[in-house]
T-cell receptor, first 108, second 116 residues
């Protein structure tokens, strides 16, 4: 599984967009990019995934660069409840390999 | 909507004892995963089952074993417990796509195991 690199922490003002970057320069052609988040000791929660194209759902948008070596998760209007650890995971099929995610702190 | 159920939610054991954690996946999900998250650490994959057969194995100690039963629930059995086994244990379930190339995993609330 490809390795990912994320900033250890980020702050965001409530109501503003939160943009969380992820580098995955060793991603292979059939590997997906997944984003999960974990709110204080709760079970990780799926946010979004993508392969090549940008994706959007009710929670977030995922922007993947054309060379697929990096991506950005966008929470369009961050709320205090979005404070969590955000994990960018690259893989194919089965298990999820969690690396060190980004602690996002949303502040009022 | 039904979620993944884990029991017990909290468990306290002594060193060298055994523990059994249970996981009930979302109905109709065919795959179960187990993850371990130590204090201040990120979740680590232990083992997974697809249609009651072991499908992948991570850094699971030999003292641990797991299985998936005919009703798709899964159990993680842990023997000769050590202090370092104290952790949150998450179960997740998914329904693999027909191509089996990606899947969205739904996590349970976890079992917090404390070994004294």
């Amino acid at each position: 599984d490809a390795k990912t690199t994320q900033p250890p922490s980020m702050d965001c003002a409530e109501g503003r967009a939160a943009n969380l970057p992820c580098n995955h320069s060793t991603i292979s052609g059939n590997e997906y990019v997944y984003w999960y988040r974990q709110i204080h000791s709760q079970g990780p929660q799926y946010i979004i995934h993508g392969l090549k194209n940008n994706e959007t759902n009710e929670m977030a948008s995922l922007i993947i660069t054309e060379d697929r070596k990096s991506s950005t998760l966008i929470l369009p209007h961050a709320t205090l409840r979005d404070t969590a650890v955000y994990y960018c995971i690259v893989g194919y099929g089965n298990k999820l390999v969690f690396g060190a995610g980004t602690i996002l702190r949303v502040k009022s | 909507a039904a979620g993944v159920i884990q029991s017990p939610r909290h468990l306290i054991k002594e060193k060298r004892e055994t523990a059994t954690l249970k996981c009930y996946p979302i109905p109709r999900h065919d795959t179960v995963y187990w993850y371990q998250q130590g204090p201040g650490q990120d979740p680590q994959f232990l083992i997974s089952f697809y249609e009651k057969m072991q499908s992948d194995k991570g850094s699971i100690p030999d003292r641990f074993s797991a299985q998936q039963f005919s009703d798709y629930h899964s159990e993680l059995n842990m023997s000769s417990l050590e202090l370092g086994d104290s952790a949150l244990y998450f179960c997740a379930s998914s329904l693999l796509t027909s191509g089996g190339d990606y899947n969205e995993q739904f996590f349970g609330p976890g079992t917090r195991l404390t070994v004294l």
